[in-house]
């Protein structure tokens, strides 16, 4: 999966993968939830980011720091 950002729609994410092929999705909380077939993307304003940029969108690939922790915090209290 590799994600890409249009200057002309900042509030938007864009991502290709072999699986989903060119979707979009809000620049938001969970985004990816409400990813939708991308058309008409212009390879002009269209650049590559890197994927941990949208993180918090939830695109598959990403970190996420906040599961990372509670998943740390779960370990410690099994552990104690």
Partial sequence: MKLYRNSQYPNRWYAH??????VMFPAELNGWLKRQPARGVDPMYTREVPINLAFDAGIPGSPNPAVDAALDAEDLVVAA
């Fill in 17 to 22: 993968g072999r699986e989903t092929g060119w």
